[in-house]
């Protein structure tokens, strides 16, 4: 499975930015597909992962961040709205394929196969 991230950039704080994943594979369906970032200094963390059609959010993104996602096109997206300065990082797709990890453990990076190369966002103030 690979992972093409795009549609990073630069933004105003308050703005938004819409990314985008492809991935190829025949089963894309069946996979749990991720969004983690990584700020400078930091450690790779969660942002949201959806799969069947079910979401989950960090805290610190949610109800300004929505992950979907087209089966028919092999893509996963996560629009970010009202973004803010700390939103600012290395935004990563990342795919769990079958035999799916357990639902207590889709927030950490060891749930997933595989990573796609990191697109960044800057937010400035």
């Known amino acids: 499975v690979q992972l093409q991230a795009s549609g990073g950039g630069l933004v105003q704080a308050g703005g938004s930015l819409r990314l985008s994943c492809a991935a190829s594979?025949?089963?894309?369906?069946?996979?749990?597909m991720g969004w983690f970032r990584q700020a400078p200094g930091k450690e790779r963390e969660f942002v949201a992962c959806?799969?069947?059609?079910?979401?989950y959010y960090a805290n610190s993104v949610k109800g300004r961040f929505t992950i979907s996602r087209d089966n028919a096109k092999n893509t996963v997206y996560l629009q970010m709205n009202s973004l803010e300065p700390e939103d600012t990082a290395a935004y990563y797709c990342?795919?769990?394929?079958?035999?799916?990890?357990?639902?207590?453990?889709?927030?950490?990076?060891?749930?997933?196969?595989?990573w796609g190369q990191g697109t960044q966002v800057t937010v400035s103030s």
């Open positions: 594979g025949r089963t894309f369906s069946s996979y749990r």
């Open positions: 959806i799969r069947s059609g079910v979401s």
């Open positions: 990342a795919a769990d394929a079958p035999p799916l990890a357990i639902l207590s453990s889709q927030r950490q990076k060891s749930a997933y196969d595989y």
